[in-house]
């Protein structure tokens, strides 16, 4: 269990493999510059079911690119270059996961700038996940190594939009999850629930 955490703890670079895992585990940023971010939506990067910013899941990677908020296939060794890796500050907040048939298959928040349109994201609390979804929110789940998660679904059949929020810190078989446990990842996806997993290249 150690070793889950020590893994989730560590900052590496936002890889996209080629299957449909990512590498993504923390921002880049110092303290300092987190501490001075303030958590409201940017522009271009709200957080909403299924999409953040212009990219929705489910895209092909030209139409994503087409948004203009993506770079194409940068190197990233020793991984597989990156598919779509978001321009500028950006690339340090939240990384696209591309399948085989060259489409986003979900997006992975693990910085703290984009936020939904209640203001949540990474930081935000279980407590204030509830306040914001009231009864559109899941109970508590098993997701990613072991932890706690939770989601919120729009939309019926194959109109269905996903955002899951993972509580990174609090792991299923330590203890129930807390109303002050903090999101460390908010996944969006379309027709099936995010994965909620980060993992190395």
Same mark, same amino acid.
């Given at each position: 269990?150690?070793?889950?955490?020590?893994?989730?703890?560590?900052?590496?670079?936002?890889?996209?493999?080629?299957?449909?895992?990512?590498?993504?585990?923390?921002?880049?940023?110092?303290?300092?510059?987190?501490?001075?971010?303030?958590?409201?939506?940017?522009?271009?990067?709200?957080?909403?079911? =299924? /999409?953040? %910013?212009?990219? !929705?899941?489910?895209? &092909?990677? @030209? #139409?994503?690119?087409?948004? $203009?908020?993506?770079?194409?296939?940068?190197?990233?060794?020793?991984?597989?270059?990156?598919?779509?890796?978001?321009?500028?500050?950006?690339?340090?907040?939240?990384?696209?996961?591309?399948?085989?048939?060259?489409?986003?298959?979900?997006?992975?928040?693990?910085?703290?700038?984009?936020?939904?349109?209640?203001?949540?994201?990474?930081?935000?609390?279980?407590?204030?996940?509830?306040?914001?979804?009231?009864?559109?929110?899941?109970?508590?789940?098993?997701?990613?190594? =072991? /932890?706690? %998660?939770?989601? !919120?679904?729009?939309? &019926?059949? @194959? #109109?269905?939009?996903?955002? $899951?929020?993972?509580?990174?810190?609090?792991?299923?078989?330590?203890?129930?999850?807390?109303?002050?446990?903090?999101?460390?990842?908010?996944?969006?996806?379309?027709?099936?629930?995010?994965?909620?997993?980060?993992?190395?290249?």
């Amino acid at each position: 269990m150690n070793t889950v955490r020590s893994l989730l703890a560590a900052a590496v670079a936002a890889t996209v493999c080629s299957t449909t895992l990512v590498a993504a585990t923390a921002s880049a940023e110092t303290p300092a510059e987190r501490s001075a971010e303030t958590p409201a939506p940017a522009p271009g990067r709200v957080i909403k079911p =299924g /999409q953040v %910013g212009q990219a !929705v899941a489910g895209m &092909t990677v @030209a #139409e994503a690119l087409a948004t $203009g908020e993506f770079d194409a296939d940068v190197p990233a060794p020793p991984c597989d270059p990156i598919r779509l890796r978001p321009k500028g500050v950006w690339r340090h907040q939240y990384a696209v996961l591309v399948n085989q048939q060259d489409r986003i298959a979900e997006i992975a928040v693990f910085g703290t700038r984009p936020r939904t349109v209640q203001g949540l994201g990474v930081g935000s609390t279980n407590r204030e996940v509830k306040q914001a979804y009231g009864p559109r929110l899941s109970a508590p789940v098993e997701v990613g190594f =072991g /932890q706690w %998660g939770r989601f !919120v679904r729009r939309g &019926t059949g @194959a #109109e269905r939009r996903w955002i $899951g929020f993972l509580f990174g810190e609090a792991f299923v078989a330590d203890r129930p999850l807390r109303g002050r446990d903090e999101v460390t990842l908010v996944g969006v996806r379309t027709r099936f629930k995010p994965g909620l997993v980060l993992d190395g290249c």
